[in-house]
Each structure stands twice: as C-alpha cells, then as structure tokens.
C-alpha cells in the first residue's frame, strides 16, 4: 500500500468515525436515476413545453441547450419565482422523476452500506434536489425507506434554496438535533460539496468515474471514492 493509499484510508476511516448522522445526496450516491429515463430529453420536453406556450424568450440559449432539467426550472424561476408556470414546471419534473424511479439503477454497494450503518446506529438523511416523493418511492421500492424516514429533505417551493444553498442539509441538521461537525455529507456534484461546506458539515465525494472524480476534486473534495465499497468495509470495520 503506497502512502498516498494509506493516507486516503486514514481519511476515509476518521470521517467514518465521526459521523454520528450521514446525509446523503440520492441521485448519484445511492443510484442513477435517469439511468433507463434520460435526463437530457426530460430537460428537452421541458423546454419544448415552455416553448408550445409561447414562452421560448424565458431562456437564454445556454439554458435551452443545457439538457439538465434542474437548469431550466431554476432559470424560469428567476424571471418568475413563486409563479403558478414554476410550480406547474415542477411538477412535471416530478412525474418525470418519479416515471425515472422504475428503471432507475442502484449505485453499487449502496444498499448494504445504507442498512449496515442505520444497523450500528448512526442515523441517516436525505438533502437532495430531487422531489421528496421521488426519493421515497425510490426508497420504498428498495426496502430503505425505514433506515432514513421521516428525514427525506427535497425540493420545495422555494427553488433558489436548491443545492448549492445549503438548505436541505439545515433542515436535516435541524430536525435530527444534530452539530455539522457531528454529520458527514456524501454527493458526487461540486454543488453538494458547496452545500456541506457552506452548512460546516464534512464530505465525503463519491465518483463513479474519472471525469466526476476530476469535478470534485477541481472543486477541493481531498476525501473521494470510486466505489462505496471501501467506505462499508470502513463501517463493518468499526461496528
């Protein structure tokens, strides 16, 4: 084992060992879920909706062009937050998600990690972008929905408080009467780095290839894993 290897173990094995509460970001971390429902032409049919209402001028051309649902409900929330076209934008979102939820892929290791560490104790949440329905039928759908419930912190109303403002890992902080310092964050975005850091929580990145890994790290993630396979050795290891 090379230092650097040993180093990253070290690592990996202190941030375990706080950790007295672990938030979790669920697209990504805990499965894929535009794994077999593509994200590119849900962020597509979003725009073509808006553009069949005559709302083409809502978007620059960047945002048409970004083929990320989240960009283009962000952007016409700015022009128009709180209205009655975001909340319905939303909600087509959600049904999307939740269409993307049957044939969505769960990250490898990701469900025994999840039941080892609610098993020992530690108590787990939630902070996505996602719809909090998605997240729980995902959840339910996989037999996980106890090892979390009720701490399922989503996407509300209030759309300028989406990752990376670090509002949904406050609101688990906060109802689970929890220190950040006493929390670890698990993401794969540099948004969920921004969140933890902004909410004083560790993190802890997972990349499930170079090019994520490449993100996180540019982003300054010094703690990230290609796998969560180490990090449940790292857990059975402590139980």
Sequence with gaps: MTAETENQTEQLRELIKHARVV????DGPICRLFAGH????VAID???????R???????????ESLDPHVVLRAVDRRHPGSDLVAELEERLTQEELRATSSAMP????????RTWSAVGSR?????????????AYLNSRGLLPCFSPHIYGRTQDLHRLKPDPHCLNRALNAMGAAPTSALMIGDTPSDLVAANSAGVPFLGYARNDRKAKL???AGATAVVDSLGSVLRGVR???
């Design 54 to 64: 005559g709302l083409h001028g809502l978007l620059t051309e960047e945002e048409r």
């Design 237 to 239: 290891a402590q139980a």
């Design 107 to 114: 990250t490898a290791y990701a469900d025994p990690l999840i």
């Design 216 to 218: 996180l790290r540019e």
């Design 46 to 52: 979003l725009v073509d909706w808006l553009e069949g």
């Design 124 to 136: 787990l949440a939630i902070a996505t972008n996602n719809s909090p329905r998605v997240v729980r």
């Design 38 to 41: 593509k994200a590119e032409r």
């Design 23 to 26: 938030l979790w970001d669920f």
